[in-house]
């Protein structure tokens, strides 16, 4: 069955540290996988997609994420972290039969100052 | 562009009351999701429409959930009776005609709330 597991809920980072939020996936064929946030209140954002070619993808904000089809996962990442990063973070992938996203639980960042 | 519209932003109505939430897609797509997120459960999608059309409604938990898309600019998901534990928050999406595996823009969502 097609699946995305995020086992961290709550990860707490402070400001200017790094940070790397994880994402497994399970699916059958090439995956096309994103990274969403939502800040508080708020609709969800795409942060980054990957469809094929470069395995490290960039995205807005100054994420990055890499896919390692040996590992199954697609873990973003962010070289410093800003307090204006807070917010929940979701992992997509989406059934390229139904066109139906499957989501993360979510990934909760707070940001020490 | 105004983006993904969704009303009312926070609805609270009683038990057994009728609750229409209504979404305005951005303009030129022709796919439109519906979600409900909870703590409980996450982000679901409930429905999705192509060109107006309910492609999937696989995720409508039961038949006290409807949704229409009378056409490309307005949609409706409507509970009829609401219970407490229809209590979410409901969101809009929609997406550019061709893939929609392509980006998914999201309206801000409806916090519903049954007593």
């Known amino acids: 069955a097609q699946s995305v597991t995020q086992p961290d809920i709550h990860i707490t980072v402070s400001e200017g540290a790094s940070l790397e939020l994880r994402c497994n996936y399970s699916y059958g064929a090439t995956p096309y996988l994103f990274w969403y946030v939502q800040s508080p209140g708020q609709g969800l954002q795409l942060l980054l997609k990957y469809f094929s070619g470069d395995t490290l993808v960039q995205g807005i904000k100054g994420f990055e994420a890499e896919f390692k089809r040996s590992q199954s996962s697609f873990n973003l990442r962010k070289p410093s972290v800003h307090w204006s990063d807070a917010a929940e973070y979701f992992c997509a992938v989406v059934n390229q039969g139904t066109y139906k996203y499957i989501f993360g639980t979510g990934t909760r960042l707070k940001v020490l100052a | 562009d105004a983006g993904v519209i969704q009303s009312p932003r926070h609805e609270v109505t009683e038990m057994g009351q009728e609750v229409t939430l209504r979404c305005k897609p951005i303009?030129?797509?022709?796919?439109l999701f519906w979600y409900r997120q909870t703590m409980m459960r996450g982000l679901e999608l409930l429905i999705y429409?192509?060109?107006?059309?309910?492609?999937?409604d696989s995720g409508m938990p039961e038949d006290r959930f409807s949704a229409k898309m009378p056409n490309a600019s307005f949609s409706t998901l409507k509970i009829q009776p609401s219970e407490p534990r229809d209590s979410a928050v409901y969101f809009c999406?929609?997406?550019?005609?061709?893939?929609?595996?392509?980006?998914?823009?999201f309206g801000p969502g409806t916090r519903l709330t049954v007593l």
């Open positions: 303009s030129g797509h022709d796919y």
């Open positions: 429409f192509n060109n107006n059309v309910p492609i999937d």
């Open positions: 999406a929609s997406s550019l005609a061709g893939a929609p595996y392509n980006e998914q823009f």
